[in-house]
Protein backbone atom coordinates (compact mmCIF):
# COMPACT_ATOMS: atom_id res chain seq x y z
CA UNK A 1 0.00 0.00 0.00
CA UNK A 2 1.74 3.04 -1.29
CA UNK A 3 0.83 5.69 1.56
CA UNK A 4 2.52 8.78 -0.26
CA UNK A 5 1.82 8.85 -4.12
CA UNK A 6 3.63 10.13 -6.86
CA UNK A 7 1.54 10.03 -9.90
CA UNK A 8 3.33 11.78 -12.28
CA UNK A 9 6.56 9.56 -13.36
CA UNK A 10 8.08 12.64 -15.43
CA UNK A 11 7.51 16.07 -16.47
CA UNK A 12 9.51 18.69 -18.69
CA UNK A 13 9.45 22.00 -18.67
CA UNK A 14 10.75 25.00 -20.66
CA UNK A 15 13.61 26.97 -18.88
CA UNK A 16 12.38 29.93 -16.77
CA UNK A 17 8.83 28.59 -16.42
CA UNK A 18 7.36 26.97 -13.74
CA UNK A 19 7.59 23.15 -12.46
CA UNK A 20 4.88 22.00 -10.53
CA UNK A 21 5.64 18.54 -8.71
CA UNK A 22 2.59 16.86 -6.84
CA UNK A 23 2.36 14.80 -4.20
CA UNK A 24 -0.47 13.06 -2.39
CA UNK A 25 -0.69 10.81 0.42
CA UNK A 26 -3.19 8.84 2.12
CA UNK A 27 -2.09 8.72 6.31
CA UNK A 28 -3.68 11.42 8.24
CA UNK A 29 -1.08 10.55 11.17
CA UNK A 30 1.57 12.33 9.03
CA UNK A 31 2.88 15.71 10.06
CA UNK A 32 6.04 16.69 8.11
CA UNK A 33 6.42 16.78 4.82
CA UNK A 34 9.53 16.97 3.03
CA UNK A 35 10.87 17.05 -0.42
CA UNK A 36 14.71 15.54 -1.63
CA UNK A 37 16.29 16.66 -5.35
CA UNK A 38 18.33 13.40 -6.95
CA UNK A 39 21.05 13.45 -9.19
CA UNK A 40 22.36 10.74 -10.88
CA UNK A 41 24.75 8.81 -9.24
CA UNK A 42 24.41 10.35 -5.91
CA UNK A 43 22.05 10.61 -2.85
CA UNK A 44 19.24 12.44 -2.15
CA UNK A 45 19.68 16.09 -1.07
CA UNK A 46 17.24 17.82 1.03
CA UNK A 47 15.56 20.53 -0.44
CA UNK A 48 12.56 22.23 1.53
CA UNK A 49 10.24 20.71 3.88
CA UNK A 50 6.52 21.38 5.92
CA UNK A 51 5.09 21.03 9.02
CA UNK A 52 1.88 20.27 8.82
CA UNK A 53 0.51 23.39 10.99
CA UNK A 54 1.30 25.37 7.76
CA UNK A 55 0.03 25.09 4.42
CA UNK A 56 2.80 27.38 2.86
CA UNK A 57 6.60 27.58 2.72
CA UNK A 58 9.25 29.63 0.84
CA UNK A 59 12.86 28.84 -0.18
CA UNK A 60 13.99 31.27 -2.93
CA UNK A 61 13.01 29.88 -5.84
CA UNK A 62 11.17 26.71 -4.27
CA UNK A 63 7.85 26.65 -2.71
CA UNK A 64 5.68 23.71 -0.60
CA UNK A 65 2.14 24.19 -0.69
CA UNK A 66 0.16 22.02 1.69
CA UNK A 67 -3.39 21.42 1.46
CA UNK A 68 -4.31 18.69 4.27
CA UNK A 69 -7.82 18.73 3.70
CA UNK A 70 -7.06 16.82 0.22
CA UNK A 71 -4.04 15.17 1.87
CA UNK A 72 -2.19 16.64 -0.88
CA UNK A 73 1.06 19.06 -1.16
CA UNK A 74 3.10 20.30 -4.17
CA UNK A 75 6.52 22.05 -4.87
CA UNK A 76 6.71 24.94 -6.82
CA UNK A 77 9.98 25.77 -8.70
CA UNK A 78 9.76 29.46 -9.69
CA UNK A 79 11.88 29.93 -12.64
CA UNK A 80 12.61 26.28 -13.50
CA UNK A 81 16.61 26.10 -14.49
CA UNK A 82 18.13 23.61 -16.31
CA UNK A 83 20.34 22.47 -13.14
CA UNK A 84 16.89 21.57 -11.62
CA UNK A 85 16.95 18.88 -13.64
CA UNK A 86 16.63 16.04 -11.96
CA UNK A 87 14.46 13.58 -9.86
CA UNK A 88 12.61 14.72 -6.97
CA UNK A 89 10.75 12.65 -3.99
CA UNK A 90 8.46 13.95 -1.53
CA UNK A 91 8.95 12.23 1.89
CA UNK A 92 6.33 11.92 4.86
CA UNK A 93 6.62 11.50 8.52
CA UNK A 94 4.65 11.17 11.85
CA UNK A 95 3.22 9.28 14.88
CA UNK A 96 4.82 5.79 13.97
CA UNK A 97 5.20 5.81 10.27
CA UNK A 98 8.95 7.01 9.23
CA UNK A 99 10.15 8.69 6.69
CA UNK A 100 7.97 7.25 3.43
CA UNK A 101 8.86 8.31 0.99
CA UNK A 102 7.00 8.70 -3.08
CA UNK A 103 8.57 6.94 -5.91
CA UNK A 104 9.57 10.03 -7.95
CA UNK A 105 9.09 12.54 -10.79
CA UNK A 106 11.99 13.02 -12.91
CA UNK A 107 11.91 16.59 -13.87
CA UNK A 108 13.53 17.76 -17.28
CA UNK A 109 14.00 21.38 -17.64
CA UNK A 110 14.59 22.22 -21.04
CA UNK A 111 16.90 25.08 -22.26
CA UNK B 1 29.18 15.94 -0.88
CA UNK B 2 27.14 15.62 2.13
CA UNK B 3 29.73 14.20 4.19
CA UNK B 4 27.90 11.06 4.34
CA UNK B 5 30.53 8.38 3.08
CA UNK B 6 29.56 4.35 2.27
CA UNK B 7 31.35 1.46 1.29
CA UNK B 8 31.87 0.03 -1.31
CA UNK B 9 30.52 1.72 -3.91
CA UNK B 10 28.94 -1.80 -5.91
CA UNK B 11 28.70 -5.21 -4.83
CA UNK B 12 28.18 -8.37 -6.82
CA UNK B 13 27.21 -11.38 -5.06
CA UNK B 14 25.58 -14.54 -5.34
CA UNK B 15 21.88 -15.93 -4.26
CA UNK B 16 22.65 -17.21 -0.67
CA UNK B 17 24.90 -14.60 -0.01
CA UNK B 18 25.65 -12.35 2.89
CA UNK B 19 27.46 -9.15 2.07
CA UNK B 20 28.19 -5.90 4.76
CA UNK B 21 27.64 -2.41 3.70
CA UNK B 22 29.06 0.17 5.49
CA UNK B 23 28.27 3.57 6.65
CA UNK B 24 30.32 6.82 8.03
CA UNK B 25 28.01 9.49 9.32
CA UNK B 26 28.51 13.75 9.09
CA UNK B 27 30.79 14.15 12.01
CA UNK B 28 28.45 15.28 14.70
CA UNK B 29 25.66 13.69 13.36
CA UNK B 30 24.12 10.71 15.75
CA UNK B 31 21.45 9.23 13.93
CA UNK B 32 21.87 7.08 11.08
CA UNK B 33 19.05 5.71 8.48
CA UNK B 34 19.12 2.92 5.76
CA UNK B 35 16.66 3.18 2.92
CA UNK B 36 16.88 0.90 -0.22
CA UNK B 37 15.63 1.81 -3.10
CA UNK B 38 14.85 -0.88 -5.87
CA UNK B 39 13.80 -0.63 -9.54
CA UNK B 40 11.83 2.23 -10.33
CA UNK B 41 10.17 2.07 -6.59
CA UNK B 42 10.68 5.14 -3.92
CA UNK B 43 13.51 4.89 -1.12
CA UNK B 44 12.02 2.17 1.18
CA UNK B 45 12.91 3.09 5.17
CA UNK B 46 14.45 -0.20 6.82
CA UNK B 47 16.27 1.14 9.82
CA UNK B 48 17.24 4.14 11.99
CA UNK B 49 19.65 4.08 15.11
CA UNK B 50 20.55 7.03 17.48
CA UNK B 51 23.72 7.12 19.27
CA UNK B 52 24.42 3.17 19.00
CA UNK B 53 20.71 1.72 19.70
CA UNK B 54 17.85 1.45 17.53
CA UNK B 55 14.84 3.94 17.45
CA UNK B 56 12.99 3.24 14.38
CA UNK B 57 12.13 0.02 12.34
CA UNK B 58 10.32 -0.22 8.95
CA UNK B 59 10.32 -2.75 6.37
CA UNK B 60 13.51 -3.79 6.97
CA UNK B 61 13.56 -8.14 6.68
CA UNK B 62 14.44 -10.73 9.09
CA UNK B 63 17.55 -11.50 6.63
CA UNK B 64 18.84 -7.84 7.20
CA UNK B 65 20.34 -6.52 9.90
CA UNK B 66 22.27 -3.46 11.20
CA UNK B 67 23.98 -1.84 14.01
CA UNK B 68 25.65 1.37 15.13
CA UNK B 69 29.30 0.95 16.84
CA UNK B 70 30.42 3.86 18.86
CA UNK B 71 32.38 5.75 16.61
CA UNK B 72 28.85 5.94 15.59
CA UNK B 73 29.70 4.57 11.91
CA UNK B 74 26.99 1.68 10.77
CA UNK B 75 26.87 -1.28 9.20
CA UNK B 76 24.05 -2.98 7.32
CA UNK B 77 24.17 -6.60 7.17
CA UNK B 78 22.14 -8.52 4.34
CA UNK B 79 22.13 -12.58 4.10
CA UNK B 80 20.65 -15.39 2.75
CA UNK B 81 20.24 -12.60 -0.57
CA UNK B 82 17.87 -13.04 -3.34
CA UNK B 83 17.64 -11.51 -6.95
CA UNK B 84 15.06 -9.36 -5.48
CA UNK B 85 17.48 -7.63 -3.17
CA UNK B 86 19.31 -6.46 -5.90
CA UNK B 87 18.95 -2.29 -5.30
CA UNK B 88 20.66 0.88 -4.50
CA UNK B 89 20.93 1.53 -0.66
CA UNK B 90 21.42 4.65 1.08
CA UNK B 91 22.60 5.41 4.29
CA UNK B 92 21.90 9.14 5.77
CA UNK B 93 22.27 11.00 8.85
CA UNK B 94 21.41 13.42 11.10
CA UNK B 95 22.23 15.51 13.85
CA UNK B 96 18.89 15.63 16.18
CA UNK B 97 17.61 12.70 18.08
CA UNK B 98 16.25 9.91 16.65
CA UNK B 99 12.85 9.63 16.42
CA UNK B 100 12.26 13.17 15.85
CA UNK B 101 10.51 13.82 12.11
CA UNK B 102 11.29 17.05 12.13
CA UNK B 103 15.28 16.64 10.78
CA UNK B 104 17.07 16.88 7.48
CA UNK B 105 18.58 14.14 6.48
CA UNK B 106 21.99 13.97 4.81
CA UNK B 107 22.06 11.12 2.50
CA UNK B 108 25.29 9.22 1.16
CA UNK B 109 26.03 8.27 -2.55
CA UNK B 110 24.62 5.08 -2.05
CA UNK B 111 25.83 0.88 -2.54
CA UNK B 112 24.71 -0.62 -5.66
CA UNK B 113 23.89 -3.85 -5.00
CA UNK B 114 23.92 -6.92 -7.95
CA UNK B 115 22.75 -10.14 -6.72
CA UNK B 116 23.02 -12.61 -9.33
Known amino acids: DQQVKQNSPSLSVQEGRISILNCDYT??????FLWYKKYPAEGPTFLIS?????DKNEDGRFTVFLNKSAKHLSLHIVPSQPGDSAVYFC??????????FGTGTRLKVLA | DSGVTQTPKHLITATGQRVTLRCSPR?????VYWYQQSLDQGLQFLIQ???????AKGNILERFSAQQFPDLHSELNLSSLELGDSALYFC???????????????FGPGTRLTVL
Open chain 2, 92 to 106: ASSVVAGGDSYNEQF
Open chain 1, 27 to 32: NSMFDY
Open chain 2, 49 to 55: YYNGEER
Open chain 2, 27 to 31: SGDLS
Open chain 1, 50 to 54: ISSIK
Open chain 1, 91 to 100: AASGGTYKYI
